[in-house]
């Protein structure tokens, strides 16, 4: 794993450490403007763009049908966290999965006159 892999997948265990705090200021005319101050340093938008780029390659693995339930996340981390509460599932989750799999397991069979390529295609 090179370092920049390395890098992401600890920014997506354990959070980012570059949190913006935003600034609101009230226009004569009542409205009012969020702005984020410039002073935002080299390190801090490495880390932002980091954060940026393990988020879309979270993204990129999930189906298309759940993207907007997804899409509402700021940080990589807060996503990872989502996906596997979604797509996780409990221990009850995971050992019916296993019995599940180990039913159509048992259950598969082939005749020996069959290539192996004949049976895979009838899958």
Not at 52 to 62: C, D, F, G, N, Y
């Amino acid at each position: 794993m090179d370092l920049e892999n390395y890098t992401l997948w600890e920014i997506i265990k354990e959070g980012n450490s570059f949190k913006p705090v935003a600034q609101t200021t009230t226009n004569q005319d009542g409205t009012s403007t969020t702005t984020i101050p410039s002073d935002v340093t080299d390190e801090e938008k490495i880390l932002k763009k980091n954060d940026l780029k393990a988020q879309s390659i979270l993204m990129m693995t999930l189906p298309s049908e759940h993207l907007l339930t997804f899409n509402k996340h700021k940080d990589a981390k807060s996503l990872f966290e989502a996906i596997e509460a979604r797509f996780g599932g409990n221990e009850a989750t995971k050992k019916t999965q296993k019995t599940l799999l180990k039913q159509m397991y048992e259950t598969f069979s082939a005749s020996s006159s069959k290539s192996l390529d004949s049976i895979f295609n009838r899958l």
